[in-house]
């Protein structure tokens, strides 16, 4: 069994935003695969399906993003999975929009969701998708800028990103890590 997760914020007043965009990749994953996100528990939303015979869930945390680990962790502990199982897709200021960066394990960087993450698993060592949103280029607070939508001039570029990250989710359900890490992170 597989887990792909895409942390974000739920609620309309979220859609779309710098922050939400693991869950614009969960629903990309969603849509090119006809999964529906149709199951309400462990705090979030989430799909269960199969690639190739395998048990995959896609899950969208509806903790908001500073509790993501609160949604994770017991649905990791109901499905029996292990860290080895989960894949970890969030937005990531330090990356330019339109990029995408895999990581086998590594801090939080200042990211919320995935210190949650981190505090409820007990490790940084998880795969993990960041997802370039870049940098404010106007003097703007950070909280702002993150929970605002691209502009016209990022959104070919985000929307680039959501596709690279969701192919390189595909790709790891077939392929070990490692040899997704290479392809994608040239």
Known sequence: MKC??????????????????GFMV????????DWKLNKKKFNGKFSLDKVDGEKVILLEPQTFMNLSGESLRPLMEFYDMT????????DDLDLPTGKIRLRQKGGHGGHNGIRSIIDQLGTKEFKRVRVGIGRPTTPIPVPDYVLGKFNKEEDEDALASIKKAADACELWLRKPF????NEFNQ
């Open 4 to 21: 792909i997760v895409g942390l974000g914020n739920p609620g309309k007043k979220y859609e779309q935003t710098r922050h939400n965009i």
């Open 26 to 33: 969960i629903e990309e994953l969603a849509k090119r695969n």
């Open 83 to 90: 860290i080895n199982d989960i894949i970890i897709i969030y």
């Open 178 to 181: 490692q040899e997704v890490m």
